[in-house]
Each structure stands twice: as C-alpha cells, then as structure tokens.
C-alpha cells in the first residue's frame, strides 16, 4: 500500500513556527493535517501527553469524524509542514485507500486504550477502599467501547 504522504502529496500544504498552535482544544478547524516534517506536541489542558515527530501522522481526525471539537491542542516545537485536507469528509469518501489507512490508526489506537483499560480493571477489580471506584469507571469505559457507544 502507498505512504499517507504518497497519497496525499497533491494537496496544499500549510506550515507553522516553533509555537504556533495547530489546533486547539475545544475549537474546531474542520480540516485534516498530515504532518510532512517537524515536531509538535499534544496538549489536554496544559499537561503534555505527547510529542509526535513522524511523517504521515494525521491530526483533527477525531473532530472530523465525530463532528465535535478537537480534543486536545496541538502545538509546533519546530518548524512544521503539513498536506492540508480542507474538505476531509469529502476527501475520505473519495479516497479510500486514506479512509483504510486512517481506520488503520484509529483501530490501533482503540486496541492500545482498551488493553490499558483492561489491564487497570485488573489491578483495581479487587480493591474494597475508594480505589475499588476506579473498577466500576473501567467496566463503564469498557462497557462502551464493546457496545460502540
């Protein structure tokens, strides 16, 4: 299969300096991002939760897919260029081989969260102090995933 970056490499790219916000939390740009070089790191609130400096990564998706505001802030560390997908509803029903690739990330990750959610339900599952709360949290994040809520 093509590179993201292959088949994405026709369309307009957007760049951005050393601290420029990308895409900020609880707004909504409407646009997909794939990162062609740079570094930028993934804000929730002000706490850092990544840095992400590989080719091909994608960002807004979840905020395009569900049609809601972006989740987290993303903020240039360098310089950064990115291919810009200004209609990307349209984009990903055109172009299927994105659409699979981005299923691809999005199932990935899926499986990365619930197997730590699991592994937590497991630590917690058997506390009868406050920390037996964190169990029922888990089974509920648990309970929605299976039932794709």
């Not at 951005?16 to 916000?21: E, K, L």
Request: aromatic share 4%; hydrophobic share 40%.
């Amino acid at each position: 299969m093509e590179s993201i970056l292959e088949l994405v490499s026709d369309l307009p790219i957007r760049t951005f300096s050393p601290g420029d916000i990308i895409m900020k939390e609880g707004s909504r740009k409407g646009v997909l991002l794939v990162l062609i070089d740079g570094e930028v790191e993934i804000l929730k609130g002000i706490l850092q939760i990544n840095t992400v400096d590989s080719s091909g990564s994608i960002f807004g998706e979840v905020s395009v897919l569900l049609d809601r505001p972006h989740i987290a802030t993303v903020k240039a560390l360098v310089d950064c260029r990115f291919y810009c997908i200004d209609d990307p509803m349209k984009f990903l029903e055109s172009q299927p081989l994105v659409s699979l690739h981005l299923s691809k990330l999005l199932a990935r990750r899926l499986d990365s969260v619930t197997n730590y959610l699991v592994d937590l339900k497991k630590q917690f599952e058997e506390q009868d102090d406050h920390l037996g709360m964190v169990d029922d949290v888990l089974e509920s994040l648990l309970h929605q995933q299976r039932s794709g809520s």
